[in-house]
T-cell receptor, first 116, second 115 residues
Framework: AQKITQTQPGMFVQEKEAVTLDCTYDTSDQSYGLFWYKQPSSGEMIFLIYQGSYDEQNATEGRYSLNFQKARKSANLVISASQLGDSAMYFCAMRETVGSNYQLIWGAGTKLIIKP | EAQVTQNPRYLITVTGKKLTVTCSQNMNHEYMSWYRQDPGLGLRQIYYSMNVEVTDKGDVPEGYKVSRKEKRNFPLILESPSPNQTSLYFC??????????????FGPGTRLLVL
């Protein structure tokens, strides 16, 4: 079963508009972490933002914020005032405990294209 | 500069010819991991390592080997590559400890084509 679901394979957004990228997750762990990464066309993976399951406040990093709704098991990424350079693939990931170890489970990604 | 390096960045090889992709990090991270990325599938974990001499399988370990003899290095070995291992490979590392420290830092990726 999918543990991380990103329902938007692709999105077009006008420059300077805000954009929300959806992510829902499934876990029975009480302690987990949620991450968003950006992958531009050059291929590298760039960490954007982190939210811990016990964090009461939504995480923010510059123009990025994470809309964390624990009861709904959603962790949507919000990008304010989008820029052309925001065009990229965006991945949501969840840190899950496996025994005494942990691993990151990844969504399939959303391709975001910013239109001038 | 804190970074994760991978070599080579691009590799074309033939079926059955053993290859190694190196990964090195200079952040003294305990945790290291290998992923492969295929279109529409996101990243899938191949192997991970919690510390020196401690490795374990991820979701797609078949056809791969790893070793962790030193904290900074975590090579990925394909003993007998096959065309279905054509993919983009990422090495990543992170601190092991409180969740906020577990952000994974990624290498630049290795594009592998197996003919």
């Amino acid at each position: 079963a999918q543990k991380i679901t990103q329902t938007q394979p692709g999105m077009f957004v006008q420059e300077k508009e805000a954009v929300t990228l959806d992510c829902t997750y499934d876990t029975s762990d009480q302690s987990y972490g949620l991450f968003w990464y950006k992958q531009p066309s050059s291929g590298e993976m760039i960490f954007l933002i982190y939210q811990g399951s016990y964090d009461e406040q939504n995480a923010t990093e510059g123009r990025y914020s994470l809309n964390f709704q624990k009861a709904r098991k959603s962790a949507n990424l919000v990008i304010s005032a989008s820029q052309l350079g925001d065009s990229a693939m965006y991945f949501c990931a969840m840190r899950e405990t496996v025994g005494s170890n942990y691993q990151l489970i990844w969504g399939a990604g959303t391709k975001l294209i910013i239109k001038p | 500069e804190a970074q994760v390096t991978q070599n080579p960045r691009y590799l074309i090889t033939v079926t059955g010819k053993k290859l190694t992709v190196t990964c090195s990090q200079n952040m003294n991270h305990e945790y290291m991991s290998w992923y492969r990325q295929d279109p529409g599938l996101g990243l899938r974990q191949i192997y991970y390592s919690m510390n020196v001499e401690v490795t374990d399988k991820g979701d797609v370990p078949e056809g791969y080997k790893v070793s962790r003899k030193e904290k900074r290095n975590f090579p990925l070995i394909l003993e007998s590559p096959s065309p279905n291992q054509t993919s983009l490979y990422f090495c990543a590392s992170s601190q092991w400890g409180s969740p906020s420290q577990e952000t994974q830092y990624f290498g630049p990726g290795t594009r592998l084509l197996v003919l």
